[in-house]
């Protein structure tokens, strides 16, 4: 079971979650608030309007250079898209490590 009450996730806990909940019809999104995606991770610019076409419990998991800015900004994402899961990455792009991914 994933807990979806969290305001982060490491790499390793997005990756892992992503896994677990795509199998139960549940989107994981990989949100690039900065305009600099990471290398190999499939994600998507931020973009509200597009965002919000999303399917209902869709889970956003944003991302900065840090995860500091996301983190801070969790309350304005949560209330702008009241139907989704709002999540930041902890350590943001610069903790990414490429030998964790799938």
Not at 16 to 43: C, F, M, P, R, Y
């Amino acid at each position: 079971m994933v807990d979806l009450n969290v305001d982060e996730w490491t790499q390793k806990e997005y990756l892992h979650n992503k896994q677990l909940l795509e199998v139960q019809g549940i989107k994981v999104i990989l949100v690039d608030t900065i305009l600099n995606s990471i290398e190999g991770a499939d994600g998507i610019t931020y973009n509200p309007p597009l965002m919000k076409q999303e399917p209902k419990g869709s889970v956003f998991v944003f991302y900065c250079d840090s995860g500091k800015g996301t983190h801070s900004r969790l309350k304005e994402f949560r209330e702008k898209f009241p139907d989704h899961v709002c999540i930041s990455l902890k350590g943001g792009r610069g903790y990414w490590r490429k030998n964790l991914q799938q």
